[in-house]
Structure formats: C-alpha cells, structure tokens
C-alpha cells in the first residue's frame, strides 16, 4: 500500500506541481487540503476540487476554519490592538498559523506518514509550517518539493506538461493572499525601498458610486465585535466581514508594510484590511476610555511580544497563553459603541458611548474643573512625586561643582 500524505493545497501552481509530484514521483497517496480562513468562495473551493482531482489527489477536503481561526487567533490580535510594527494587523502571519495547525490535525485523524506545503526558501511561510508540523505531528515526515529542489515557475509548468497537465497558469503581476484579517498584495514595488503600489494593484477598487461618507458603528461586547450599524450578529466572524463590504468600496485600510522576516531579511508588503484596521483602531478606543492607565501600558508592551511570536511562527509558544489570559481578563469593561466615519481612503473616529466610560463629568473636566481634589493636594502629591529627581539633581550639581573647582 501507498503511504499517506497530507497535502497542503490551495490550488495554485506550486501545490498543483507538489500534487503530482508526490504522486508520480515519491508514490504517496496524496490527500490534499485546503483550510479556508476566509480567503475562499464557494465557487473557488469547487474549482479547486475539480482541480485536484483532475491532478490524481486520492482525496480532497476543504476545511472551514474561519470560526477557530477567530477564536483562537484573531480575537486576541483584537484584545491586544495587535499591528506589526504598528502597521500590519498581522493578516498572512496568523492565516499560515492556523492552517498549519489544521493540517497536522487532519494528517493526525487519517494516520499519515507524511505532510507536505509548497513553500519555497525564500520566504517566511517555510517556517511557520514546518514549526507547527515539528510540534504537533513530530512523527511525519515534512515534504516540501519546490524548497528542496529549487524549481523555477518555468520548471514546474514544463514538469507538469510532460505528466500531461495542461492547466494554464498565467503569472499574476501582483500576488494576492485573501483572507479574512486582510488581503496581502506583492509585487514589484514591493521588492524595493522606495516604491508603492499602483491603484489596479488592490482587489478592492474604490468605488464611486457609493455615498461620498458614511457613518457606522460598532457594537463591542467584553472586546469582541458583536454587531454593526445596530444589528447583531451570531458570531464575530459575520461581523467582520458584514464590515469588510461596507468599508470596502471606500479603499480604507491600505498600507505598505516593512519589517524582519524570519529569515533574516528585511521584506517589504502591500495590504488592505479594511476591517481589520477599523475594528482594531475602534477596539482601542473603546479601551482608552474604560481601561485604566496602567491596564493600557501593559497591554501594548505584551502586544508587541505577542505579534512578533505569532509572526516567528512560535504561536505554541505556552506564553502565547499566558498573554491571551492577561487580555482576555482585560476586556470585561470594554464593552460599548464607537462611531465611524468613512470616507475615501480614509476614516475618522469620532468616539464612543459606553457605561464604563471613566471619562466622566462628576469627577472633573480635564482642564475645566476638578471635584476630586484641592489645589493643596496637588502640591503635596507634587513634592512627593518629585522628592526623589530633586536629591538626584542637587547631589549631583554639588558633585559638578567641586569637581568644577
């Protein structure tokens, strides 16, 4: 019998190429996978099907990962305010993450041998696979055809030809990775320091035919997004991408990313998230008015560690835990409304209602009125505060002095 191995597949042409391959070559029965973390519609899927079996998989299943992928990842990127060098809400990172996570579990439920992806050795998402596959199903063998043979895109079309596959596979002039925390968009811009994308380079075209602003608001229950525009949904999932098609047409939430690969290398992305953007930018407002001080300052330092792990691929990392513990106990006050305006490439945050506002009038105005203290409060707390820098400074300028002397 032919040893089993899971396939990592999304039907473009490396995971084409490593569906043969695998089969013709190494004679593995090859099941391939595909996990939808929102990248997918359902004609997409049923055209990747038909694809795969037309390349002799043994087995074809489309896993539906978007609920887990929101509640075991993108709820806590939201609780954090997550964005990779405060720019990038980290939409590749966490997909790869989770999709990796999901083909260990399948190649664990059919007793595979073997997993395999079509990563090359170029880039970041190598490593995110093969950590997850080493921890998780550390008993299969990792197979990874277009890294270790080094093929060119020429290479792997005239491969699959001579097996008889005449699937066209034009190369793109941008790459496009879609899902459901935002879209990835490379290309030749993307490969140097200075040059930004071109506007046919977004899927999401603006659209001038939509309203030249529009109000929303989003309805946040304990961190999470549960409702927009006054309707409710059963799940964030819903929500998220309800608020995808709204704000959408208005270009909102592109940006080019720089930052560190995993593989030592500074790399250069374009992206848009509208709603990524939107509901993390709305999530923190919320908190800057129902969090305190120190709850704040704490969350955006364990927020940069917690971005930078899941991006390393170390998203098993126990401390991962640790930290999604710190931010879910954070978010039981956060709770409220925030008011949006879009416009052309651009929003505005216009601010929030909430039961737990701290920003309340019965204990004073900000540069209007004080109720909670007296001016001979403040100078006390004021020669406390500063008792100990003034010793330091008058040490130290007697100090300057003699040695002046």
């Not at 099941?31 to 087995?59: C, M, P, W």
């Not at 374009?270 to 709850?295: D, M, N, P, R, Y």
């Not at 900000?366 to 007296?374: P, R």
Request: hydrophobic content about 40%; aromatic content about 10%; proline content about 2%.
């Amino acid at each position: 019998m032919k040893k089993k191995i899971v396939l990592a597949y999304s039907g473009g042409l490396d995971t084409s190429f490593c569906a043969v391959y695998l089969s013709k070559k190494l004679n593995y029965e090859v099941h391939a996978v595909t996990v939808n973390t929102g990248g997918f519609s359902q004609e997409e899927i049923d055209a990747i099907e038909k694809r795969a079996y037309e390349l002799g998989v043994h087995s074809y299943t489309c896993v539906d990962a978007m609920e887990d992928y929101y509640t075991t990842c993108v709820k806590y990127l939201i609780f954090g305010n997550v964005l990779k060098n405060n720019t990038y809400p980290l939409s590749v990172s966490a997909e790869r993450t989770i999709q990796a996570k999901t083909i260990a579990d399948y190649a664990l439920q059919i007793q595979a041998e073997a997993v395999a992806h079509g990563s090359t050795g170029a880039g970041n998402d190598q490593v995110r696979f093969d950590v997850i596959f080493n921890i998780l199903c550390p008993n299969t063998t990792i197979i990874t055809p277009i890294r270790d043979l080094q093929l060119s895109r020429e290479a792997e079309i005239h491969f699959l030809q001579e097996n008889g596959f005449e699937i066209n596979f034009e190369k793109a002039l941008y790459s496009i990775n879609k899902g459901l925390w935002g879209t990835s968009v490379g290309g030749k811009e993307t490969l140097t320091s200075h040059g930004y994308l071109p506007e046919q380079a977004f899927p999401s075209q603006l659209n001038t035919a939509v309203a030249p602003s529009t109000d929303v608001t989003l309805h946040f229950e304990k961190g999470e997004i549960v409702g927009i525009n006054n309707k409710a949904f059963s799940n964030p999932v819903q929500a998220i991408q309800h608020l995808e098609n709204i704000a959408a047409p208005y270009a909102i939430g592109r940006d080019m990313h720089v930052g560190d690969t995993i593989v030592g290398i500074k790399g250069r992305v374009g992206f848009e998230a509208a709603a990524a953007i939107l509901i993390l930018k709305g999530h923190h407002l919320l908190e800057k008015h129902t969090l305190s001080k120190f709850q704040l300052n704490l969350k955006s330092q364990l927020a940069d560690w917690y971005g930078s792990w899941l991006h390393e691929g170390l998203f098993l990392d126990p401390a991962m835990r640790d930290i999604e513990a710190f931010f879910e106990s954070t978010q039981d006050k956060v709770t409220g409304k925030v008011f949006i305006t879009l416009l052309p490439y651009r929003y505005i945050l216009k601010g929030i209602e909430s039961e737990n506002d701290l920003m309340n009038a019965k204990f004073g105005s900000y540069g209007e009125m004080n109720l909670g203290w007296s001016g001979e409060d403040v100078k006390g707390y004021s020669k406390i505060i500063s008792n100990s820098l003034s010793i330091y400074h008058k040490v130290n300028a007697a100090q300057k002095e003699v040695n002046a002397n």
